[in-house]
């Protein structure tokens, strides 16, 4: 089950504001120096490239992604989560209600 | 000048998501308990009531706001704020570029 909050951590000022404002973010650092975002993704389809390897955790509604590279497509919903690997990339598409997200970057 | 962070705080993961997602906002509380939220506000009019009072920072773009109670529009850019007293509220405009700002709630 995710955190509902994350105590002691940094977080910047300034949304991420992806896709016109179909996915806004907010990045936060934690005490340890891992960095994660907090994010909503309106209805529609999207993809994200990754530097590091990322874990997504879906907080809210539900997604459903496919990875770069494989052709399955995964239905996340929240409680659930997925990882990418870095250098690579995912498409997800939301339908209905705002999906929410936590972030997690590098390897956990 | 806005701080671009804030260190040391409690971040909530859940989004704060109105007028179907033309406002978004994510909710902190400092470290002295002082509660903030870190916003963005797309294209459109959109009225907001307040219990406690409110001060609202604009970090990015610009807006136009009505207090209500007046018939004032005050034009605001990044870099600048308003004060919306409690148990009132505001009617705010946003054109072109997606506004944010930093809420600040209660008396500073």
Redesign the interface.
């Known amino acids: 089950m995710?955190?509902?909050?994350?105590?002691?951590?940094?977080?910047?000022?300034?949304?991420n504001?992806y896709f016109d404002?179909k996915v806004?973010s907010?990045s936060?650092i934690l005490a340890d120096g891992r960095k994660k975002s907090?994010?909503?993704i309106?209805p529609g389809e999207y993809h994200f490239g990754t530097g590091e390897p990322e874990v997504m955790e879906i907080?809210?509604g539900a997604c459903e992604v496919v990875l770069d590279g494989t052709s399955e497509t995964l239905t996340i919903s929240a409680g659930n989560s997925f990882d990418v690997a870095g250098n690579s990339g995912f498409t997800i598409r939301v339908a209905g209600e705002?999906c929410?997200y936590?972030c997690s970057f590098g390897t956990p």
Chains 1, 2 share one sequence.
Not at 2 to 15: D, L, R
């Open positions: 995710e955190p509902s909050s994350f105590a002691n951590v940094t977080v910047s000022t300034k949304a504001v404002g806004v907010h936060l907090l994010g909503v309106f907080t809210a705002p929410e936590i």
